[in-house]
């Protein structure tokens, strides 16, 4: 009779035993993830970037577009920067590219035009740490325009809903490696700047990873400020702006592509674009994109058309 409470209590030792084991195992998992970025950029013939962009050990790869093919690679401040510059076209293949040398387990992706905030890495640490059974979480980013930050960008601690999800960049976005590559994600190369179609690769991926059945949460904190004093691929909310977001909805999001399309079409935007007009050209995009005609190649069409009769 005595040996039962001992053997019950033998039990409850072992199991309190193995709990605390597992837990351990579990945030010693955590804290090893490593975390690495991943910057499509153009032009650059050092890694002066690194510094320009406030990384702070932490790796980089950054996949560079110019008018030849290398591949270098530096330690700084204990932490591997790689560079793969390529004489490719299109942000969608050059985040790709950087995909292919991807070695971290946490993912995160950027534009040069960034720059971190200095506890980035430990906020994302923190974040993933928080909802261990995340594939992809959504920080905050800040706006900058000469030099002041004019608008931030912080979304609600918890599930990301799909219909808050497509107000974000790539640039907010981390994603585990792991499931990148049993998903077999990526980014589209028709949409994006350099593309056939102007906007819409960070879109695509994040429907992508819904579709995927990702668990993907928020996380409340600014991670980065991206400056909008410039843009190499944004044009203004015109014709070309409405026909291209038609094709991306065609593109990528099925039954949902009519109330995105309405969405853009009722957003208050700085456009001399009437509502119906607005309309019209998000058809037109849509209409075309099968046979992948573009914008231009669109107005070209139709010229010829109107000269014809």
Sequence with gaps: MS????AQALSLRTRMLLTCVIWQL??????GHKIQI?????????FSKYREMHI???????????DTYNYVEKMMDGAKVEMLTTATKGVGKNRNLALTLATGDILLFADDDMEYTQNAVEIVAEAFKHFPKADMIVFGIRYAKNGVVFKSRLPKTGRLPFYRALRYGTCAIAVRREAV????????????GGCLYSYGEDTDFIVQCYKKHLHIYAWDEAIAVTNKDTST???GYGKKYYFDKGALARHSLGIMALPYCLRIASKKMETELPFFQRIAYLWYGYKSFPQLISYERWVKTRHEEDSDS
């Design 3 to 6: 040996s039962i409470p001992c």
């Design 26 to 31: 579990v945030v010693g998992m955590i804290k």
């Design 38 to 46: 991943l910057c499509a950029t153009m032009w650059q013939t050092d």
């Design 56 to 66: 702070y050990n932490c790796d980089a790869v950054f996949a560079n577009q110019a």
């Design 181 to 192: 590559q049993r998903c077999n994600l990526h980014f589209t190369e028709s949409f994006g």
């Design 233 to 235: 691929c944004f044009s």
